[in-house]
C-alpha cells in the first residue's frame, strides 16, 4: 500500500512567521507531487505541484522536493491568519492514474 | 464559469434504500475521479475514469459502482448503502494525464446514513 504521511498537526505559527509542512512517501517511483490547501467544510484547492529535486518557488510559497530521501515540503513566507487551513500532500503513482493524499496537516496562523 | 457540480450536496437516507450523487464537469476534462473523506483518514479515492467508458477502482471501492457515459458526467452510485458509507464526497477531474495533474475539486456531498 503506497503511504503519504504528514503531521496531522496543529502547525501554530505567529503572523509573519515562515511555516513549514513536510511530508514523506513510501513509493519510490513517485514522480510528480502536490500540495492542496483545504478549509474546514470546502473542498481541496492545488496551490503547489513539484516534479524535480530542489526547490520552486511561488509567491509566498515554496516547495522542496527530495527525492532520494523521499521527502516532501512547504514553506510559507509572511504567513497570514488567511492561511489557517489543513495542507494535503498527494503523490502521483507511477502509472500516472491516481493520486495518494495524505490525512493533512491543520495550520493555524494567529494574528 | 469553469467548475465541477455535485448533486445533492447534503443528503440523510437510510441504509439500503439505493441512490446516485451526481457529478458533472464544465472543462472537457478526460480524467474524473471520486474521493471520500474521513475524520483521521483523510482523502481516499474510490473510483476513477480516465475517459468514456474506462473506469478503474481506488483504493476503498466496495460498496460503491459508477459509470462514465458522457465525458462530462461520472456518477456515484450506492446501490445498498450502510452506516459505514457515512462521509464526505469528492468529485474531481483533471484536463488530462502526466505530471500536470492539476484536479480540480467539486464542492464536496455530505452523506448520513442511518
Known amino acids: 500500500q503506497k503511504e503519504v504521511e504528514q503531521n496531522s498537526g496543529p502547525l501554530s505559527v505567529p503572523e509573519g512567521a515562515i511555516a513549514s509542512l513536510n511530508c514523506t512517501y513510501s513509493?519510490?517511483?513517485?514522480?510528480?507531487f502536490f500540495w492542496y490547501r483545504q478549509y474546514s467544510g470546502k473542498s481541496p484547492e492545488l496551490i503547489m505541484s513539484?516534479?524535480?529535486?530542489g526547490d520552486k518557488e511561488d509567491g509566498r510559497f515554496t516547495a522542496q522536493l527530495n527525492k532520494a530521501s523521499q521527502y516532501v515540503s512547504l514553506l510559507i513566507r509572511d504567513s497570514q491568519p488567511s492561511d489557517s487551513a489543513t495542507y494535503l500532500c498527494?503523490?502521483?503513482?507511477?502509472?500516472?492514474?491516481?493520486?495518494?493524499f495524505g490525512k493533512g496537516t491543520m495550520l493555524l496562523v494567529s494574528p | 464559469e469553469a467548475q465541477v457540480t455535485q448533486n445533492p450536496r447534503y443528503l440523510i437516507t437510510v441504509t439500503g434504500k439505493k441512490l446516485t450523487v451526481t457529478c458533472s464537469q464544465n472543462?472537457?476534462?478526460?480524467?474524473m475521479s471520486w474521493y471520500r473523506q474521513d475524520p483521521g483518514l483523510g482523502l481516499r479515492q474510490i473510483y476513477y475514469?480516465?475517459?468514456?467508458?474506462?473506469?478503474d477502482k481506488g483504493d476503498v471501492p466496495e460498496g460503491y459502482k459508477v459509470s462514465r457515459k458522457e465525458k462530462r458526467n461520472f456518477p456515484l452510485i450506492l446501490e445498498s448503502p450502510s452506516p459505514n458509507q457515512t462521509s464526505l464526497y469528492f468529485c474531481?477531474?483533471?484536463?488530462?494525464?502526466?505530471?500536470?495533474?492539476?484536479?480540480?475539486f467539486g464542492p464536496g456531498t455530505r452523506l448520513t446514513v442511518t
Open positions: 474531481a477531474s483533471s484536463p488530462d494525464l502526466g505530471s500536470s495533474y492539476e484536479q480540480y
Open positions: 513509493d519510490r517511483v513517485s514522480q510528480s
Open positions: 513539484i516534479y524535480s529535486n
Open positions: 498527494a503523490a502521483m503513482n507511477s502509472g500516472y492514474s491516481t493520486l495518494t
Open positions: 472543462m472537457n476534462h478526460e480524467y
Open positions: 475514469s480516465m475517459n468514456v467508458e474506462v473506469t
